[in-house]
Nanobody
C-alpha cells in the first residue's frame, strides 16, 4: 500500500487548506483512512478518521474547524482545514488500514505552515 499526501503549504491565520491523500497498491477498499499531525516539540496527534461505511471521528482540538471526507472507490481521503491558527503548523500525515486491526500504512507527510 502506498499513500501520497499533498495540499500543504503556507497560509495566513484564518485561512484554509485542503489536504489530499491518494492510496494505491491494494485491491481492497480501505476500511479506515484518516489524518494525524506532528507539531514541533509535540507528540504525534490524531486528527480525524473516516471508515468505508462513513463513520467519522474527530479530535476535540479540530472538531468544527477540520472536515474529513473520502472518495472511497478511489481510496482517497481529504482533510479540509479551515480557520487555521499558527498552532496548527505541523507536518500532516495520512494513514490507511485495509482491514480492521491492521497496522496502518502511512503517507510521507505534507507541511502546513500558518503565519500570524
Amino acid at each position: 500500500v502506498q499513500l501520497q499526501a499533498s495540499g500543504g503549504g503556507l497560509v495566513q491565520a484564518g485561512g484554509s487548506l485542503r489536504l489530499s491523500c491518494a492510496g494505491s497498491g491494494s485491491i481492497f477498499l480501505f476500511n479506515e483512512m484518516g489524518w494525524y499531525r506532528h507539531r514541533p516539540g509535540k507528540e504525534r496527534e490524531f486528527l480525524a478518521t473516516m471508515t468505508s461505511l462513513g463513520a467519522i471521528t474527530y479530535a476535540s482540538s479540530v472538531k468544527g474547524r477540520f472536515t474529513v471526507s473520502r472518495d472511497s472507490p478511489k481510496n482517497t481521503v481529504y482533510l479540509q482545514t479551515d480557520s487555521l491558527r499558527p498552532e496548527d503548523t505541523a507536518v500532516y500525515y495520512c494513514y490507511a488500514m485495509e482491514h480492521p486491526g491492521d497496522s496502518p500504512s502511512w503517507g510521507q507527510g505534507t507541511q502546513v505552515t500558518v503565519s500570524s
